[in-house]
T-cell receptor, first 116, second 114 residues
């Protein structure tokens, strides 16, 4: 069982809708990540938060808006998405981003998003 | 810059036979190397890592991986494959100065037949 919980597991939305994906971890990790994964492809990094501050934004379109309300929660707000944004969105966490941290990632089960 | 290559899209083995899933890497600093497994409709699960020390590292579910610095490889191995090992396997690398940015290989689909 994963210790990173993502909701919802499935989401269908129209291009004009606003929705949010949620992620929660209780491992005491201080780094949290959003990845996008297309079928049978590697995950693509979108955002990284470190100690609740945005640390990395991989030039993601502004229709994706991340939020880290506290050290355990990570949200991804979605607005005006395109059909090509349909994918599995994975949340992950790691201990932190310090150089002494080995950096293995712990993933949630993902939220499968379909944009109509 | 860092990169990972998994030269095989697909690996097929018979149950009970040994398996190897190949991975080569390129980093500018000292490599941190990882293997992850993804079962259908699931997230990725961490299997094992190499940071420093012994070149042979052991991980979950009986998997192990051998770090070879001269060949810049980190192949995943298991002495006796199970049907339940069938999944998508990703190798990942980051250098010790690039916190937060692991680079993943394209993945190798392992199929173990009874």
């Amino acid at each position: 069982d994963t210790e990173v919980t993502q909701t919802p597991k499935h989401l269908v939305m129209g291009m004009t809708n606003k929705k949010s994906l949620k992620c929660e971890q209780h491992m005491g990790h201080r780094a949290m990540y959003w990845y996008k994964q297309k079928a049978k492809k590697p995950p693509e990094l979108m955002f990284v938060y470190s100690y609740e501050k945005l640390s990395i934004n991989e030039s993601v379109p502004s229709r994706f808006s991340p939020e880290c309300p506290n050290s355990s929660l990570l949200n991804l707000h979605l607005h005006a998405l395109q059909p090509e944004d349909s994918a599995l969105y994975l949340c992950a966490s790691s201990q932190d981003l310090g150089r002494t941290n080995t950096g293995e990632l712990f993933f949630g089960e993902g939220s499968r998003l379909t944009v109509l | 810059a860092q990169s990972v290559a998994q030269p095989e899209d697909q690996v097929n083995v018979a149950e009970g036979n040994p398996l190897t899933v190949k991975c080569t890497y390129s980093v500018s600093g000292n490599p941190y190397l990882f293997w992850y497994v993804q079962y259908p409709n699931r997230g990725l699960q961490f299997l094992l890592k190499y940071i420093t020390g012994d070149n042979l590292v052991k991980g979950s579910y009986g998997f192990e991986a051998e770090f070879n610095k001269s060949q810049t490889s980190f192949h995943l191995k298991k002495p006796s494959a199970l049907v339940s090992d069938s999944a998508l396997y990703f190798c990942a690398v980051r250098d010790n100065t690039n916190a937060g940015k692991s680079t993943f290989g394209d993945g190798t689909t392992l199929t173990v037949k009874p």
